[in-house]
């Protein structure tokens, strides 16, 4: 439920009140607002998703939302007819006011020292998690981390057309995304230089580190739920749900992941993982701005337009933040998309092996690929397949036959690793 106090010319009380009379809503005036002379203080109580059309047929009636309109959120309300007030709206999925919205986005937006301090040690934790392998830890470390914030008040900022609050959420999310990875390179030269894990350490065999080696094909409509359904949460009547998408989209591991590769000698593994992030930040900005934009949020006067300059910094600046956004946002698609063609072609020959007589008795239970799009050492692109089997067959030639399919489809050298996990079948008969 949101109070709302307006300040109503007298000449316009009536029509005023007869809104929010037609609306079933009770109300209480106030003569004289304190602070002009010729108006009242109306005061009344709605659901939040009733208070954009409540404002909109006020303005029909030439109330003017901009002289005075606070909205404030209340724990309960008790007047006749308020049960069938909430039931009218109960059912609803419209979403709140955009002054609502907006000043939602402004009061997510942390400060600079506090989201540094969280990022930074958000991502000590998901680097701990990701080496120790505990999925609890590391998703502890997405609770921590605030990145997501920034994400939604910028795609707030697109849909408004506010630009300095595009400008500073893309900032923010330009320093968190640093200040993760950076961090992640330092407390993992750290935990090798005290010897707390072997430096012989492959990195990307650690499961859960596996998993966030390169963009996979479905990072993509992940990315984009995550940020749609953030969106949602934070414009209607649902839980704003950061914390969901911060655990959906898993952006600090990510971050950690790409930090530990970096740390220890393994670039493709920092390189693959940096891509990964960066793709699942721009899938989260894109989904949560497009579901903004099917709400209907749109720009009105209260917000500056992105466009509309008075200088020639302002122009430089927002020029060269949408050139470096522009040249990220193409390295990253054609990056993935790169990768995303090598993968198909790595899934696509890997069954084809498994369909063969001899292969017909394994179960994949994983295919793990590293990035295909840089190979600084030309030594091929690592894929690490794991296999499950009764455990007294042997498959010794596995690995060469699934070299040579996955080259011959992608044309690229590649190193394959061939992981089993053994099972036995009981053959007791029942007596």
Same mark, same amino acid.
């Given at each position: 439920m949101r109070e709302l106090q307006l300040s109503v010319p007298r000449e316009q009380r009536p029509r005023v009140l007869g809104v929010l009379e037609e609306r079933g809503v009770a109300y209480v005036v106030a003569d004289g607002d304190g602070a002009r002379d010729g108006h009242d203080l109306v005061s009344f109580v709605v659901p939040a998703d009733a208070v954009e059309h409540v404002l909109d047929?006020?303005?029909? *009636?030439?109330?003017?939302?901009?002289?005075? =309109?606070?909205? =404030?959120?209340?724990? &309960?309300?008790?007047?006749?007819? /308020?049960?069938?007030?909430? %039931? =009218?709206?109960? %059912? $609803?999925?419209?979403?709140?006011?955009?002054?609502?919205?907006?000043?939602?986005?402004? %009061?997510?937006?942390?400060? $600079?020292?506090?989201?540094?301090w969280m990022m930074l040690l958000s991502t000590v934790v998901a680097s701990s998690g990701l080496l120790v392998g505990s999925p609890a830890i590391v998703v502890g470390s997405m609770v921590l981390a605030p990145l997501v914030a920034p994400m939604l008040t910028a795609s707030i900022g697109v849909v408004r057309d506010d630009r300095d609050m595009l400008l500073d959420s893309l900032g923010q999310q330009a320093l968190g995304l640093g200040v993760a990875v950076v #961090?992640?390179?330092v407390f993992s030269f750290?935990?090798?230089?005290?010897?707390?894990?072997?430096? $012989?350490?492959?990195?990307?065999s650690v499961e859960l580190l596996s998993v966030r080696l390169s963009p996979g094909v479905l990072s993509v409509p992940i990315g984009l739920a995550a940020g749609a359904a953030g969106a949602f949460g934070l414009a $209607?009547? @649902?839980?704003?749900?950061?914390? @969901?998408?911060? *655990?959906?989209?898993?952006l600090v591991p990510t971050a950690a992941t790409a930090g530990i590769g970096f740390a220890w000698g393994a670039p493709v593994v920092g390189v693959g993982s940096l891509?990964?992030?960066?793709?699942?930040?721009?899938?989260?900005?894109?989904?949560?701005?497009?579901m903004f934009a099917y709400l209907d949020y749109r720009p009105d006067?209260?917000?500056? @337009?992105?466009?509309?300059?008075?200088?020639?910094?302002?122009?430089?600046? +927002?020029?060269? =933040?949408?050139?470096?956004?522009?040249?990220?946002?193409?390295?990253?698609?054609?990056?993935? *998309?790169?990768?995303?063609? &090598?993968? &198909?072609? /790595?899934?696509?020959?890997?069954?084809? /092996?498994?369909?063969?007589?001899?292969?017909?008795?394994? %179960? +994949?239970? #994983?295919?793990?690929?590293?990035?295909?799009g840089w190979d600084p050492l030309g030594e091929g692109t690592t894929v690490t397949a794991t296999m499950s089997? /009764?455990?007294?067959?042997s498959y010794p030639a596995l690995a060469n036959t699934l070299d040579r399919a996955v080259t011959e489809r992608t044309d690229q050298p590649v190193t394959v690793q061939v992981q089993f996990r053994d099972y036995e079948v009981s053959n007791a008969t029942a007596g």
């Open positions: 047929d006020l303005a029909e *009636v030439g109330y003017d939302r901009r002289v005075y =309109t606070v909205s =404030t959120s209340t724990e &309960f309300a008790i007047y006749e007819g /308020v049960d069938d007030v909430q %039931d =009218t709206w109960a %059912d $609803t999925p419209n979403s709140i006011s955009p002054e609502t919205l907006r000043s939602k986005a402004k %009061d997510m937006r942390p400060n $600079t020292r506090s989201y540094v #961090g992640a390179v750290a935990v090798k230089a005290l010897h707390v894990y072997p430096a $012989t350490l492959n990195v990307a $209607t009547k @649902g839980n704003v749900s950061i914390v @969901g998408v911060m *655990v959906a989209a898993a891509l990964l992030l960066l793709l699942t930040i721009v899938a989260v900005n894109t989904g949560s701005s497009l006067e209260v917000d500056e @337009g992105i466009f509309d300059l008075s200088s020639t910094r302002e122009a430089a600046v +927002l020029g060269g =933040t949408a050139l470096v956004v522009l040249v990220v946002v193409a390295l990253v698609l054609v990056g993935a *998309v790169q990768h995303m063609a &090598f993968e &198909f072609a /790595v899934n696509r020959a890997t069954e084809d /092996v498994l369909a063969q007589g001899e292969y017909t008795d394994l %179960d +994949l239970v #994983g295919l793990t690929v590293e990035y295909a089997r /009764v455990s007294d067959q």
